[in-house]
C-alpha cells in the first residue's frame, strides 16, 4: 500500500478544525478520509511543538556516527 503525505497546509487546517471545537478526532478523520490517530498525532504535535511539528515528519530519524 502506498503511503499519501499530507501537505502542511491540509494538517493545520485539520488541526485548527479541532482546536476550534469543529469536530473531534473520529469526525474529522471521515470528513477528510484519513485515519482518525492520524489527527491525533498532528494535535498532539502541534501542541507539543506548534506549527514546527507539523511541518515535517517527526519519526524515524536516523543519525550516522
Do not use: P
Request: glycine residues 12%; hydrophobic residues 25%; charged residues 25%.
Amino acid at each position: 500500500m502506498k503511503y499519501k503525505k499530507h501537505s502542511f497546509e491540509f494538517k493545520v487546517k485539520v488541526v485548527n478544525e479541532y482546536l476550534n471545537g469543529e469536530g473531534g478526532y473520529r469526525f474529522l478523520g471521515k470528513k477528510y478520509n484519513i485515519n482518525k490517530s492520524l489527527v491525533e498525532k498532528w494535535v498532539g504535535q502541534y501542541k507539543t511543538y506548534g506549527h514546527q511539528g507539523l511541518a515535517k515528519s517527526l519519526g524515524n530519524t536516523q543519525y550516522t556516527s
